[in-house]
Every structure is written in C-alpha cells, then in structure tokens.
C-alpha cells in the first residue's frame, strides 16, 4: 500500500529534536562572532527626537535580495582593497549599490592618516545608526584602534581579512558583531593580505590598483598606519605578475602598483623594486600604461640607475610620489627635476619647526613649482611619539599652511607647453564635472579632452589648446581610424572599448638617474633624523 506524503514525512515538529543545537550552540565555536542577544519588550513613552532607526534583524540571508553601499577613504592600498571587497560581495550575490539610502548594510573602508578623515568616518558610522542601516567597519581605523568607544559591538573585517567580508555582512544582517582581526598566515609565515587573483569590481574598469607589498619598515613619529599595516610583508613577485597578466587579459589597460612605501619591496623576501618592475614590464602590452606608488626616499638610494631606466621606459609613467614633508635641507638647494612629474607632500607645524625650517620649505617649493603639492597641517595621531612634542601654535601653523597654499595656487605649471604642442596619450577616465574626458601623457600631467563617444581606452595624439592650475586642454589631431586600442572589449559607462593594437612610445633618457639620485640624497638626512624615531 502506498504511503501517504502526510505519512512519510510526519509533523514538522519532529523535524527539530530537543537534542538539535540552539542557535547559540551553534556559534559556540565561532569566536569571533557575537551573537545578537535576544530582546524583550518594554514599554517606553514615545520621546519627541529619534535618534536611531531600529534596524531590521534577519534570522537568513539571501545575498540577491540585499543591497550593499560601499565608502572608502585614503590611499590607493584602501580602494584596492574596497574593489576586493565588492569583488567578493559580488560574486557571493549581494546587490551593489550607489544609493545608501536603498542599502541594507553599509561597508565603510577608514583611512588613519589624518584626523578629518577618521572624523569624517566616525560621522558616517552615526548617519548609518540614525538611518536604521547595518554597519560593517573596515580599514586602518579599526585595525589600529579597534578598541574605540564609537566602534565597541560594531562588525569588523580588518586589513588582512578582506576575502571574509561576505561571511560578515551575512553574520551582520542576522544581528551578530563579527570581528576579523587577525593577521593572516599561510604555513605558519605571515603574508602581505588575501590572494591578488580574487575577483574584483574596479572602480575605473580600465585601471587596475595592485597592491604589491603590506606595511612598512619606517618607524615615523608622526604615522598611525603602522599601527594597521604592521611591518613590511612583500607579495611574491610572480604573484603579482600573474594579477597583472590576468587584468590585462580582463580588458585593464593601466595598472598602479599601491603599497604603504613602493621603494620597500621585496627586502623581506630576497627581491627587489627594480626586479618586480622589469618582470613585469615583460607582460604589460604596448600602448598600455604602469604608474608607480608612493616611495619614501631611503629605500631608493640603492637602485638609482635601475629605477632611471624603468621610469624611462615607454610604458612606465615618468612619475614619482615622494613625500619631502619638509624642505629644511641646505642639500635640496641642489636637487634638479628635470623630465618627470613628482607629488611631494608637505607637512606644516610639525613639532619643533622653527620659521626658518619653514621658509626653507617655502623656498624649496617657489624655486621648483611642484605641479602636485599635497600641503597638510599636523594632526597628533593618537599613540604616534609626535604626539607627545610640543605643538607649534595653532595660528602659526594656519599661518604657515595659507602661505603655503597660496604659493602653490599662484603658479601654473603647464604655462611651459606652447599652444598646439603635441602630445600621446592614454585616455582612462572622466573629469569630476563630467563634460570631459582624461588622458595622460607619459609624465602623469592630466589633460582633458571633448567626449567622444568611444575614446575611453584609446592612446591618442593630441595638440594642447590651454591649460589651467592642474591640467591642460586638448584637441585630437587623428583621424579615428588611427586611433590606437590599448584593451580587449570592456563596458564603460555604456562605451565600448577594443583590443589591443598599438606602437611604442617615444623613449626617454638616463637624466631620471640625476633626479632620483640628488632628491633620495637630498631628502634622506632631513627626512630620516626630523621624522624617524628608531
């Protein structure tokens, strides 16, 4: 006789036993996961101000029916990691958004560098409470200071643990705080982050940010980001030739090499900066682009005349990001710049500056116009030894910072391209004000160009038409069939771009050894005895 469905399956009550785990027990092994405590109903009289929105506790999650707002700040190093983090939020079925007010979870990547970036951060933490959304919390922030008062019961993923940021956003929307904060060891040896062949949503299709190596080998009194970055781990370099081949194949056609300081790498595995650069330079297609990360200037000294010639290459951007901080040196009176484009960064009323320290600054920047001047006031990190010394007077420092800013704002330093002056460039992105698109030239200087309608991921020539403080103005002067195609088919905001086919750029000299070797020189004493605390 045939058996009923009722018969065969019995109660549904029968199928959860009084020996089944609780969802408690179920956690019991987790440890880094809190378990939403359970609530009970209280009656309170309704208060005329609201602070928070309740947040809706679900007891599953399914990924495709949840929408995930993402905001990062700070470097490079951070939006690879966000871009890592939407990669895997992707591929596990979350639905990303722009809109934060149609997203259930917020995931917000800090940076610790300065103190408005971390208030900025804590203020968009209480937008998320008050706005009734789920908070995941990641970056340096939490990872140098994950013991804040603003950050106690909240979910972390820290800098290492990013390829588990789907395990904590589904454990966030049931209610739980998960903390991942551990470093991260592959047999025992501490390595540089998660694996650089994990999928990715990028925020430019056409750019891909490696980062190359974790941490640093500096000790500067002024620096929170050791406190999260730790100490150097470099990836192994066929590792990242490897990512770089594979996001070329993906339709990338610039890469950035990201790390706390470039000039450090490989020291700690046998290798080097120079080596990892001519290996990869083997893999980067004609036409397309590589541009290097910031490099403090100790680390450099020993491979001048390597770096000279790979700063010189075709697809290299003739480009460095060198933080002087400061130009009290009678050596920088020296330094000459010729053919590349360096960022420096200055700092302003570090302790201890006296006026004259600051009117060397002062001159250092009128005497060689830096076409990108980062100025920023001193912030005292909380825990950093620089804390601790005595402060330059407030108005001082304003004082000094103004004067500064208007020194930078009085030159223009693309007056030295004549009107119709030729140049080639790589076209990646779209200006702030959306009316333009951006392409570089082989110094990194921006020049933008009238929006055609499939010019994204071309290499161009161009006649500079004017300029402004922080960019020239173009016009193409071939025809679209000559057009060079610097990546396979890849959707840019609803553009399409093609494969490759290109011709080597224009070569460039040795004189980058000059440079590098008189600023890394001129730089080191300076940089290394009013900064460094070994």
Request: some cysteine; charged content about 25%; aromatic content about 8%.
């Amino acid at each position: 006789m045939e058996e009923s469905c009722q018969d065969f399956l019995g109660d549904i009550e029968d199928l959860i036993s009084p020996e089944d785990p609780s969802p408690k027990d179920r956690y019991a092994n987790k440890k880094d996961i809190t378990v939403r405590a359970k609530r009970t109903k209280v009656f309170r009289a309704p208060t005329k101000e609201t602070t928070a929105v309740e947040k809706p506790v679900l007891d599953s999650v399914i990924p495709e029916t949840q929408h995930i707002y993402m905001k990062t700040w700070g470097c490079a190093h951070n939006t690879s990691d966000t871009e890592y983090m939407a990669g895997q939020l992707a591929q596990y079925g979350y639905n990303l958004t722009k809109d934060k007010n149609a997203a259930d979870l917020w995931v917000l990547n800090s940076c610790t560098v300065k103190n408005p970036s971390e208030d900025t951060f804590r203020n968009e933490i209480e937008a998320a409470h008050r706005a009734g959304k789920h908070v995941v919390v990641a970056g340096c922030v939490p990872q140098a200071a994950p013991r804040s008062d603003y950050l106690k019961g909240m979910s972390v993923v820290g800098v290492q643990q990013i390829d588990r940021v789907a395990e904590v956003v589904e454990e966030t929307l049931k209610g739980h705080s998960v903390r991942l904060l551990q470093a991260k060891k592959v047999d025992g040896r501490k390595v540089a982050g998660p694996e650089l062949s994990l999928p990715k949503v990028r925020k430019n299709p056409l750019i891909e940010v490696i980062p190359i190596n974790s941490g640093c080998l500096n000790a500067c009194t002024y620096c929170k980001t050791k406190f999260a970055r730790a100490d150097l781990v470099s990836y192994p370099v066929q590792e990242i030739v490897d990512r770089a081949v594979q996001v070329f194949q993906e339709g990338v056609c610039e890469i950035w090499l990201t790390s706390e300081d470039t000039g450090t790498y490989g020291r700690d595995i046998g290798s080097s900066l120079p080596e990892l650069l001519w290996q990869l330079l083997e893999v980067i297609p004609e036409g397309c682009m590589m541009r290097l990360g910031m490099t403090n200037p100790p680390y450099i000294l020993e491979h001048l005349e390597e770096m000279a010639k790979v700063l010189s290459h075709p697809r290299v951007y003739s480009f460095l990001h060198i933080p002087v901080q400061s130009g009290s040196d009678t050596i920088l009176g020296e330094m000459k710049l010729p053919g590349i484009t360096i960022a420096t960064d200055i700092i302003c009323g570090f302790p201890g500056e006296t006026e004259a320290d600051f009117e060397d600054t002062v001159a250092l920047c009128k005497r060689y116009e830096f076409p990108s001047l980062f100025i920023n006031q001193f912030f005292p990190r909380p825990g950093t030894p620089a804390a601790k010394m005595e402060r330059v007077p407030a108005n001082v420092v304003k004082t000094r910072t103004k004067r500064l800013t208007e020194l930078f704002h009085s030159y223009e330093p693309y007056q030295k391209y004549p009107v119709n002056s030729k140049q080639t460039v790589l076209v990646t992105e779209i200006s702030h004000d959306q009316k333009h698109y951006v392409g570089h030239n082989k110094f990194y200087e921006q020049i933008l160009l009238p929006m055609h309608s499939n010019l994204l991921g071309k290499q161009v020539e161009v006649a500079v038409t004017g300029c402004t403080k922080f960019s020239m103005f173009g016009k193409i002067v071939q025809a679209e069939q000559e057009w060079v195609n610097c990546s396979k088919p890849v959707a840019v905001n609803n553009i399409l771009t093609k494969p490759i086919e290109v011709t080597e750029g224009a070569k460039y000299g040795s004189m980058f050894a000059f440079f590098v070797l008189s600023c890394s020189l001129a730089i080191v004493s300076k940089y290394i005895f009013m900064y460094f605390d070994f």
